[in-house]
Nanobody, 121 residues
Framework: QLQLVDTGGGLVQAGGSLTLSCAAS????????MGWFRQAPGKEREFVTA????????YDADFVKGRFFISRDNAKNMVYLQMNSLKPEDTAVYYC??????????????WGQGTQVTVSS
């Protein structure tokens, strides 16, 4: 079982950058696919990006390619989301998630509490 804590959200101007962090506690962190999701006001939660257990494979939603980068440090039980060239439409609550299975269709078992990202125009 894992517990996930998301941090790093905040207010940033359009075009700026922000890095989110997800701290995991529990067993076998390095056996999980890790991912980020987001949910904007009035919208459903959507997938952003995922990374496999050793960081060798990544899978991105089309809207983040070239702007957002996921990484993990298994020694520290941490996952990061570096977000560049932020747009107002990136405003949302961002959630870290952990799951089993393959990187494209994992079963997401654990969720962080979310961290708010607000991008001003």
């Amino acid at each position: 079982q894992l517990q996930l804590v998301d941090t790093g959200g905040g207010l940033v101007q359009a075009g700026g950058s922000l890095t989110l962090s997800c701290a995991a506690s529990g067993r076998s962190f390095d056996s999980y696919v890790m991912g980020w999701f987001r949910q904007a006001p009035g919208k459903e939660r959507e997938f952003v990006t995922a990374i496999n257990w050793n960081g060798a494979s990544k899978y991105d939603a089309d809207f983040v390619k070239g702007r957002f980068f996921i990484s993990r440090d298994n020694a520290k039980n941490m996952v990061y989301l570096q977000m560049n060239s932020l747009k107002p439409e990136d405003t949302a609550v961002y959630y870290c998630a952990a799951g089993g299975g393959n990187i494209v269709t994992p079963v997401w078992d654990y969720w962080g509490q979310g961290t708010q990202v607000t991008v001003s125009s």
